[in-house]
């Protein structure tokens, strides 16, 4: 009796990045995949066209894993500057950890796919979490939103992680002076 699995696609995703962790993108292929997750190939494509759709929906869940850390660094009990730090690192690591395992000539198009469209998304979806966060702990008039707070944030955020211009005690210094903590 063939075994009943649950909710293929995550599993195809997991091990997909399971394997570009442990042995490098070019060791992501259909066949290492199917072995190491017990899914057919037939199974396989009722959830992906071919591998440039496989290798789009891993780095999409690979950003996943940044929003969900983001969401709990937001719930914490930490002062709001501390969890917009600790957001920050996380973005550094995720880059980093995305850059190395990603930045392959073969995966280069799907990558600059990944990047383009999706990450105007999950930088609205983070910027959204840390508004909500910035509602409840700061006071804000009517000169500027919190959302534009956060919009500014996130985006500085991006911009000091990908081109690491100057350092981020320097940007501390600016939201100590920006937010007003009730």
């Not at 995305?98 to 990944?114: D, G, I, K, P, Y």
Request: proline share 2%; charged share 25%; aromatic share 10%.
């Amino acid at each position: 009796m063939p075994k009943i699995i649950q909710d293929p696609e995550r599993l195809i995703l997991s091990v997909a990045r399971e394997l570009i962790q442990e042995k490098g993108y070019s060791a992501m292929n259909i066949r290492a995949i199917s072995k190491k997750s017990g899914v057919s190939i037939g199974t396989f494509y009722n959830y992906f066209s071919d591998k440039s759709a496989l290798d789009y929906k891993v780095m999409l869940f690979f950003w996943k894993g940044y929003e969900e850390n983001v969401k709990i660094i937001l719930d914490s009990d930490a002062s709001i500057l501390n969890q917009i730090n600790d957001c920050y690192e996380t973005l550094k690591v995720h880059l980093g950890q995305f850059l190395e395992l990603f930045s392959v000539n073969r995966a280069h198009a799907t990558t600059q796919r990944c990047m383009n469209p999706d990450k105007n998304a999950l930088i609205s979806r983070v910027s959204k979490m840390l508004s909500d966060r910035l509602i409840e702990t700061c006071v804000f008039d009517t000169v500027i939103s919190a959302d534009e707070v956060a919009n500014f944030i996130i985006n500085t955020h991006v911009q000091m992680a990908s081109y690491q211009i100057y350092e981020y005690e320097l940007f501390e210094k600016v939201l100590e002076k920006l937010l007003v903590v009730k």
